[in-house]
T-cell receptor, first 109, second 114 residues
Framework: GQNIDQPTEMTATEGAIVQINCTYQTSGFNGLFWYQQHAGEAPTFLSYNVLDGLEEKGRFSSFLSRSKGYSYLLLKELQMKDSASYLC??????????WGAGTKLIIKP | GAVVSQHPSRVICKSGTSVKIECRSL??????MFWYRQFPKQSLMLMATSNEGSKATYEQGVEKDKFLINHASLTLSTLTVTSAHPEDSSFYIC??????????FGPGTRLTVT
């Protein structure tokens, strides 16, 4: 079956760095997405990785290792507004998104 | 970037009535649109996938006669919740996929059935 695993909840301090991991087992792979979702709102796109390596975009970076079925989202210089759920999703061979359950990130001052 | 709109953003209806939610891709043609439901503190649950001009494909456990999906054009899909009940109260989110397989989300519709 298809499976996406990510931690349920993480806590970090304002100004610090946090890494949210995601492991996946899917039928085929056409890229991995990270989305941010604030409570009561729809997800917003953060990043897309289809090749191995690190993609950096401002304070956020995303890493992919296809051989290990592993990705992480790295958030630097954390701000209170980064408190949200972070969803990992993999596009399978049918170009369907398979969703993880999301990681709730709590930022403390 | 591509924009997907949803209307209404919030709706309150009485039990037994039907509610229609519209999803539009504003600046691109969506080959496929997806409808998700999200209950509080839970992840997105895919309800159905619809391709323009064809019948929607429903996920297991989703009643197709209760959740009617119409994908009339490459920019519009509608979800009608028929004979709504309080347990249908949820956050409904649509997304639209372009020809590059990139998926864009609408802002969501909060449905409350009293």
């Amino acid at each position: 079956g298809q499976n996406i695993d990510q931690p349920t909840e993480m806590t970090a301090t304002e100004g610090a760095i946090v890494q949210i991991n995601c492991t996946y087992q899917t039928s085929g792979f056409n890229g991995l997405f990270w989305y941010q979702q604030h409570a009561g709102e729809a997800p917003t796109f953060l990043s897309y990785n289809v090749l191995d390596g690190l993609e950096e975009k401002g304070r956020f970076s995303s890493f992919l290792s296809r051989s290990k079925g592993y990705s992480y989202l790295l958030l630097k210089e954390l701000q209170m507004k980064d408190s949200a759920s972070y969803l990992c999703a993999v596009m399978d061979s049918n170009y369907q998104l398979i969703w993880g359950a999301g990681t709730k990130l709590i930022i403390k001052p | 970037g591509a924009v997907v709109s949803q209307h209404p953003s919030r709706v309150i209806c009485k039990s037994g009535t039907s509610v229609k939610i519209e999803c539009r891709s504003l600046d691109f043609q969506a080959t496929t649109m997806f409808w998700y439901r999200q209950f509080p503190k839970q992840s997105l649950m895919l309800m159905a996938t619809s391709n323009e001009g064809s019948k929607a494909t429903y996920e297991q456990g989703v009643e197709k006669d209760k959740f009617l999906i119409n994908h009339a054009s490459l920019t519009l899909s509608t979800l009608t919740v028929t004979s709504a009940h309080p347990e249908d109260s949820s956050f409904y989110i649509c997304s639209a996929r372009d020809r590059e397989y990139e998926q864009y989300f609408g802002p969501g519709t909060r449905l409350t059935v009293t």
